[in-house]
């Protein structure tokens, strides 16, 4: 995964194009670990917004995520974004949701499919 993004951050002429934002549902002191995890990985160093139990109380996974995209749209209005996430959680009913309210600003959706053994 982080090769790929790798790929699509430095565009075709090896220069940096894509800015990514790297929503989390851990909670925010999970940061350190996050951001750990990112740059061993080698992926491209970008924004991590994780969770904030104490902004409203117990939000769900989607509110967080939902709150997260919906805030990063209407401050970059002209940004177009590409939506990734996994199967695992409930990416696909989202970013389809989002798609219909944002549709100018989406460029496209990848969803990871998760292949284990208790999936």
């Given at each position: ?54 902004r ?28 990734l ?34 999936r």
């Open positions: 995964m982080s090769s790929w993004l790798q790929a699509l951050h430095l565009g075709h002429i090896g220069k940096r194009k894509i800015r990514f934002f790297y929503i989390s549902n851990s909670p925010r002191n999970y940061f350190g670990y996050l951001t750990k995890f990112l740059e061993i990985n080698q992926f491209p160093k970008d924004p991590v917004l994780p969770k904030d139990w104490g409203k109380g117990e939000i769900t996974k989607l509110d967080h995520k939902e709150e997260e995209i919906k805030r990063l749209f209407l401050t970059s209005p002209d940004l177009p974004f590409i939506l996430g996994d199967i695992a959680g409930d990416d696909p009913i989202l970013y389809h949701a989002i798609s219909k309210k944002y549709p100018k600003q989406i460029l496209s959706i990848y969803i990871r499919e998760i292949k284990h053994k208790r």
